[in-house]
């Protein structure tokens, strides 16, 4: 059983940074953070193979957002620049670790099994 723990969510202003992390008990295939604004569907973010360390990410962050890992600490982080309020949501970390993780279950909320209790980020001026 794989339990995550999330940190470094908070409240910033626009074009700020965050960096939120999130530490894996246990082995896993794939890590991803989702997110989930009020009202709305839970959402890829990005993710990573933990076996080539190969990282995707949605369009509406890509360059803005930088995903890595530390292996020996079983740890992601996340981190967000240039902060809009549409990002404000709250973002889960997720693990993967049964099924040989591809692009399109790593993108998929049905892709992961565990799931952290989430933190939330919020951007408002």
């Known amino acids: 059983q794989v339990q995550l723990v999330e940190s470094g969510g908070g409240s910033v202003q626009p074009g700020a940074s965050l960096r939120l992390s999130c530490v894996a008990s246990?082995?896993?295939?794939?890590m991803g953070w989702f997110r989930q604004a009020p009202g709305k569907e839970r959402e890829f973010v990005s993710a990573?193979?933990?076996?080539?360390?190969?990282?995707f990410y949605a369009n509406s962050v890509k360059g803005r957002f930088t995903m890595s890992r530390d292996k020996a600490k079983n740890t992601v982080y996340l981190n967000l620049s240039s902060l809009k309020p549409e990002d404000s949501a709250v973002y889960y970390c997720?693990?993967?670790?049964?099924?040989?993780?591809?692009?399109?279950?790593?993108?998929?909320?049905?892709?992961?099994?565990?799931w952290g209790q989430g933190t939330q980020v919020t951007v408002s001026s």
């Open positions: 997720a693990a993967e670790s049964r099924t040989r993780p591809i692009m399109s279950t790593m993108t998929s909320r049905q892709g992961y099994e565990h």
């Open positions: 246990g082995r896993m295939n794939a």
């Open positions: 990573i193979r933990w076996s080539d360390g190969n990282i």
